[in-house]
């Protein structure tokens, strides 16, 4: 629209950028803010400029963190000899918001995927082979990489890995998959499905 | 999720605190931006900051402007004699992007709703009838106010406001109501079915 002022139009062109954000609500949040106190702009302006001064990748596990090592590696609470490896530090979140999960993890910053030409030495393996060569005893590594062909073929490749090590007392798992909860057979998918059966536990 | 770093939970923070983002937009978000280049996250925190300083309010119109009188009213191929009234600044951008109307707006800056104590008073309401008794000669008001029980109270006051009026060649319409484009008359409620065949026109 011509006549919407550049302040306003501005801002609506940097909200249609953001994922899950379309020029209708990308107006709405501006118009929003328009009428909103000048406070709550300013604490958003103010967080997005420290979002990017103070945070740090875990030099240990590659997640987010604002220090060296991040808030989960630090936790001594946590088991250490079990590693959830995910592709990306915002599956930590969906983990974590489960709350039962007592151990660490690793992330890989990515997938496996020759089309975008993303090959493994890209992403952060030779750092989990390198963790897990430092721990004594049993350890168990769970893949929880999407359910996807690349996160699937990123979790075979993971593994072979893992197994070259030669490692005593090393579990590798895969998160498990089949029908979501809620879900109805239904509308499932033929993969899903199959998933599912094949995934079947005793009752 | 206690282990996420502040920066980053404050600025889910504030995003769960705007319209139609809830936690999981919120969190996607911040992580997103996360792993965008700085001058991205910097062009958002100027454009929020622009947004509050540079923005006014038309004294004509009431809408959103850059100067004392925006851009649509001083517009000289607009007609003057066309006035939309709406109910907030926002509907003129959702009219202005159909592109066929040639003519001005007023924005009320609400409507008249007696449970949150807004009055006509609080409306731009006065302005709207001196506006219009400084017009000479025919004018037509389209009272596009929101389909909803407010927005139709709201349009009602008016009419009868600019009816005491008493000006000749003074014509004043309602926005059109009925099924909505692409609909199907299975799943449109009552409401809008009975509106749609009192709203009938001739093929």
Partial sequence: MATLPRAISDLVGVFERLPGIGPKSATRLAFYLLNTPISFVEEIAGDLARLKSEIMICGECFGVSESNVCGICRDSKRKTNLICVVERAIDVVALENVGNYGGIYHVLNGVINPLNHIGPEDLKIDELLSRLSKIDGPVEVILATNLTMEGEATALYIR??????GK?????????????????MEYADMATLSRAMEGRTEL
Avoid: F
Wanted: glycine letters at 18%.
């Fill in 160 to 165: 072979k890995k893992i197994e070259v090590l």
């Fill in 168 to 184: 005593h007392g090393l579990k590798i798992s895969r998160i498990g998959s089949g029908l979501p909860i809620g879900s109805d």
